[in-house]
């Protein structure tokens, strides 16, 4: 009896945890729908379209499965660093800075067969990514600027750096005047499924989310973490290097979001563009806060992020709002996320 | 042919400096009662876009400035209510803040891209702005430029020679004392956000009056940012954020007169500068500031229960 109580207790508190959360939802639609309504827009025809174009038909579902990949791999950029209370703001620029190097690896390797061409634009991607993480890392741990500064720095850098080699000197010459390195080869691209824009990075994201979440819960290094999470001090005094964790996880972190770069360039464009992300970087921090950092959480906000993020390319074309418009809507989202009654929320 | 150079780097970097001068009193007066805003950019942005949209609509810069400032320190209650009376974490609600703004301001925009004004104009005062050189130099700005060292001066006085700003720095480094010693922390720091978000909303209209006179989307590129750095290296300072804006202006004038005079470098990569110096500056300073720091930085006041 005991035992089946106990399970009762715990369905309902997590039946509990989704109301509050859905709650918590519709009150930030009911806000940007007010917003809507003070620009002259029809807030429920808007809905009603975005809902449609996204959740109504199954290639509008496999769109937002699509957006979903590079959003769950930005997410963990930010998530696994938060594991020891880093601030990661730097996903956007992690993403383009692995673009480039899977751009590299792409356009100068074409000769290599497929099976060891997309393993290597992958490492490369990675490899990129982390090394613009891991200075931040360096930067925080040599006391010299917090990684929340300098990650939101080296974005603005690491954007421009992209821009600087696709107008410059990787500039494809056969492309009219277009800003975009070479095509990819096509043993470069990543394989789509289905017949749908679906790519193999999704199986990356969800290798990533299992390890994750396995590494968390079942290793010495989660353990570690946890224990630097909760107090530094203690876990140096164990022996635990609290210095080489910030480092290695925010290589692993940038490394995630490099490869989010990768399948963005390979599999979405097939050529690197200066219009490469639409803020993913960016979205990504707020689904890791708004799933505080557990992986089934994080799905669902991805998957909550990519139908706005979807919603805000329907609004541009049938309602004429700026596609930066559902800014406002995963802003209001994140408000009123902090500011839910304190008790549940997590950290300080 | 040097002078002439010489000239347009100074002038352009106390026109540059400018709005990154408001931005950094901006962040100063938060993060002195203990409030690390990152939603700077926002605020920024929304001070940008109205300012712009107003003149735009009565042909009025000044005005566009007033209603600029008045809607960066309403943004900024926003903020306010999230991390001081629901004590959400800073960090997020100020990254929240500042997705808020570039949502609002590209929709408030939208209809005005293209648009062109006026703008604020340079003021010569009669006899200073003759004199050969000099004047050139020193007395051919907007009033924005004029007023914004004297500003800096009014930051400084209010924090560390009034009462009010004795309070607000003492929420700043230990809110209990200072609860203790019969100040309100939530009300000082309610008080200092909303001057913050005003002079936010300045450094906003300055870049869409009288620098670009033209509004377009996410203008401010990272300006607010830099700002943040920009307290770290001032030291929480407001006179010192002063030289802090005029390195940083210095910085970005270069870029600008390097590309005019066709320097064989790409764009992108001297765009790059005011981030990457930045960056240098932040791990230059890294040992002077440790006893700078406002000691409750990033803390909420959680009351006395």
């Given at each position: 009896m005991n035992k089946a109580f106990l399970q009762i207790g715990f369905h309902h508190q997590w039946v509990a945890s989704a109301i509050r959360f859905v709650g918590l939802f519709v009150l930030a639609l009911v806000f940007f729908a007010l917003i809507l309504l003070v620009f002259g827009k029809n807030p429920l025809r808007a809905y009603a379209d975005i809902f449609s174009a996204t959740l109504g038909s199954a290639y509008g579902f496999s769109e937002v499965a699509v957006k979903m990949i590079p959003l769950i791999l930005t997410a963990l950029a930010v998530a696994l660093p938060s594991r020891i209370w880093l601030i990661n703001v730097g996903g956007e620029g992690q993403l383009f800075i692995g673009a480039l190097f899977a751009t590299w690896g792409a356009v100068n390797f074409t000769n290599l067969p497929v099976w060891l061409l997309l393993p290597w634009i992958g490492i490369l991607g990675f490899i990129g990514g982390g090394l613009w993480g891991a200075i931040s890392g360096y930067l925080r741990v040599r006391g010299w600027a917090s990684e929340t500064i300098s990650t939101l720095l080296m974005n603005y850098v690491a954007i421009l750096l992209v821009n600087f080699f696709v107008f410059g000197p990787w500039k494809d010459p056969e492309s009219a005047n277009y800003p975009q390195s070479a095509p990819f080869p096509d043993a470069a691209i990543l394989p789509s499924f289905f017949?749908?824009?679906?790519?193999?990075?999704i199986v990356l994201a969800i290798v990533g989310l299992i390890l994750f979440h396995f590494v968390l819960s079942r290793t010495r290094w989660g353990l570690e973490m946890r224990a630097i999470g909760v107090n530094q001090e203690a876990a140096r005094r164990n022996g635990i290097s609290t210095n080489r964790y910030i480092i290695l996880l925010m290589l692993i972190g940038g490394g995630a979001a490099g490869v989010a770069g990768m399948g963005e360039v390979s599999a979405i464009h097939g050529q690197l563009r200066p219009s490469l992300s639409p803020g993913l970087g960016y979205t990504g921090f707020l689904i890791s806060w708004m799933a505080g950092g557990h992986p089934i959480g994080i799905v669902a906000a991805a998957f909550l992020l990519s139908v706005i993020t979807a919603g805000g390319d329907i609004l541009q074309m049938t309602h004429r709002i700026p596609a930066a418009g559902v800014h406002i809507l995963m802003a209001l989202i994140l408000f009123v996320v902090l500011a839910r009654p304190a008790g549940k929320k997590g950290g300080k | 042919m040097i002078i002439s150079f010489l000239i347009s780097i100074i002038s352009g970097a106390i026109h540059s400096g400018t709005p990154l001068l408001y931005a950094t009193l901006s962040e100063t007066v938060g993060e002195r009662t203990g409030i690390v805003n990152l939603g700077l950019e926002g605020i920024m942005l929304i001070g940008a876009v109205v300012g712009f949209t107003t003149t735009v609509q009565t042909g009025n810069p000044l005005l566009g400035v007033l209603a600029a400032a008045l809607a960066g320190g309403l943004f900024n209650m926003v903020f306010g209510f999230l991390v001081i009376t629901r004590r959400a974490n800073q960090l997020a609600s100020g990254l929240a803040l500042m997705f808020c703004g570039v949502g609002l301001s590209a929709m408030i925009g939208a209809s005005f891209i293209g648009s062109r004004i006026q703008g604020l104009n340079e003021v010569r005062i009669p006899l200073f702005s003759d004199i050969p050189i000099v004047g050139r130099m020193f007395f051919n700005y907007d009033i924005l430029v004029y007023s914004a060292i004297p500003v800096a001066v009014l930051v400084w006085w209010l924090m560390f020679r009034t009462r009010w700003g004795l309070g607000l720095r003492a929420v700043g480094e230990n809110p209990t004392a200072a609860f203790a010693a019969g100040k309100n922390p939530h009300r000082l720091q309610y008080q200092a956000l909303f001057i913050a978000g005003i002079l936010g909303g300045i450094a906003g209209a300055h870049l869409s009056?009288?620098?670009?006179k033209t509004w377009a989307e996410w203008m401010t590129a990272g300006r607010g940012f830099i700002a943040v750095a920009l307290v770290i290296f001032s030291k929480w300072h407001p006179l010192r954020a002063i030289a802090g804006a005029l390195l940083f202006g210095g910085a970005i004038s270069l870029q600008l007169q390097m590309q005019a005079r066709g320097v064989p470098v790409s764009s992108f990569l001297l765009d790059m500068l005011p981030y990457v110096l930045s960056l240098v500056v932040l791990a230059i300073w890294s040992g002077a500031r440790r006893h700078a720091t406002p000691g409750s930085l990033g803390r909420v006041f959680q009351g006395t229960e």
């Open positions: 017949g749908t824009r679906i790519h193999l990075g | 009056l009288a620098i670009a």
